[in-house]
């Protein structure tokens, strides 16, 4: 029996990308390319494929999945449960989406 290959073994992909320091248009082009282009590559091989949350793209779309997986429905009840006002608060963190952050910084 043939088995699928990406299945046997776990690695790690980088895929480094640069720009002009504070050119926010060009990271921004860099980013969206690299996120939808080569990233969404990566997916079409591996859907069930994760990232390490402190070193993958904060724009990521579909980062409940992505970062937390099958855990996130639990986790997000811990939250709930522990943190009911939402003190302890990242982008990507669990119940983030339960906010809309205002301002420059976010705040």
Do not use: C
Request: charged fraction near 25%; glycine fraction near 8%.
């Amino acid at each position: 029996m043939v088995q699928n290959l990406m299945t046997l073994a776990d690695f790690s992909i980088a895929l480094p990308r640069t720009w002009d320091p504070l050119n926010q248009t060009q990271k921004e082009a860099v980013t969206t390319k690299l996120r939808n282009k080569a990233v969404q590559g990566l997916r079409d091989l591996s859907p069930d494929m994760g990232a390490y949350v402190s070193e993958a793209d904060p724009t990521e779309p579909d980062w409940q999945r992505t970062f937390y997986g099958e855990n996130y429905a639990r986790l997000l009840t811990l939250k709930k449960h522990w943190d009911p006002h939402g003190v302890f608060w990242n982008k990507n963190g669990v119940g983030s989406e339960l906010w809309e952050p205002r301002g420059a910084f976010g705040i």
